[in-house]
């Protein structure tokens, strides 16, 4: 193992035992992404997973990468980000429709071919048996392997070529969360003259400098049109067919 891959093991391992403590959680992500998040869209997602809670779905968090959900089965490539079962979505160990709904936030952009993607993990959901996604549109590359963006209808016609039914799309991180990211990616380039560590040190002493174009996306993502500058768009799809009996 090397130095890198050493560090890389440490720093997975205590971010596992920090994220057991929620306070302290909290902290340590204020203190490295500043106020990440924003302010969301998504609210038919939230609504579709409290009902499946409420109902008692199955659900499969798919590409959880350290997002440790409760009521599902986290599952991640990764074994080191500790999900309850580690597997590629391409081949999945579990049954054949054995799954009400799959949440997937974050993940499509890091598959290289995101349509065989969904239409493999697709088996494993019950006929009429949706999906909750998030799909990056305007945001800058990340994550080392970043291979794709979409449009909302560009991805609504993707999830139609994997086999699946759109049901509902819209705005999840708006245009002040884009605004900022890109903006603090302009200046630490610019600033950093491309030097890697000074750029990198930049990107984080930006964030809360940044932070009120946060603000603007509480009227933003009330607007029609939101969704021609989102950092990312949300979307519920369905597997096609009725489930034996439903």
């Known amino acids: 193992m090397t130095l890198r891959e050493k560090l890389r093991h440490l720093r997975l391992v205590a971010r596992g035992r920090v994220r057991r403590m929620p ?3 909290t902290m340590v992500r204020l203190l490295k ?4 998040r924003g302010f969301t869209g998504g609210q038919p997602c939230q ?26 089965v986290n599952v991640d490539i990764d074994a080191e980000t ?7 979505g391409h081949e999945l160990p579990f049954a054949d429709g ?9 993940v499509v952009e890091h598959v290289e071919d995101p349509e065989a993607f ?11 048996g949706y999906w909750c ?24 016609a993707a999830l139609r070529r994997a086999g699946l039914e759109p049901v509902a799309a819209g705005t999840f991180m708006g245009p002040g969360f884009m605004l900022a990211w890109i903006l603090r990616e302009w200046i630490a380039l610019l600033l950093s003259l491309g030097f890697a560590p000074l750029r990198q040190a930049l990107r984080w002493l930006l964030l809360w400098p940044s932070a009120p174009l946060l603000l603007t996306d509480l009227l933003l993502l009330r607007l029609r049109g939101a969704d021609e500058l989102a950092c990312d768009t949300w979307h519920i799809a369905r597997r096609p067919g009725t489930a034996p009996g439903g």
């Open 23 to 25: 306070r302290l959680y």
């Open 33 to 36: 992404y500043g106020p990440y």
């Open 47 to 72: 609504d579709l997973l409290a009902q499946a809670r409420a109902e008692g779905w199955r659900v499969l968090h798919l590409g959880s990468g350290g997002r440790h959900l409760p009521g599902m």
């Open 82 to 88: 500790g999900p309850d079962v580690v597997a590629n």
């Open 98 to 106: 054995c799954f009400d709904l799959i949440w997937c936030e974050f």
């Open 118 to 128: 969904l239409a493999h993990a697709s088996r494993c959901l019950r006929p009429g």
């Open 133 to 156: 996604l998030t799909a990056p549109f305007l945001q800058p590359f990340h994550a080392g392997a970043d291979f794709g963006r979409w449009t909302r209808a560009g991805f609504q």
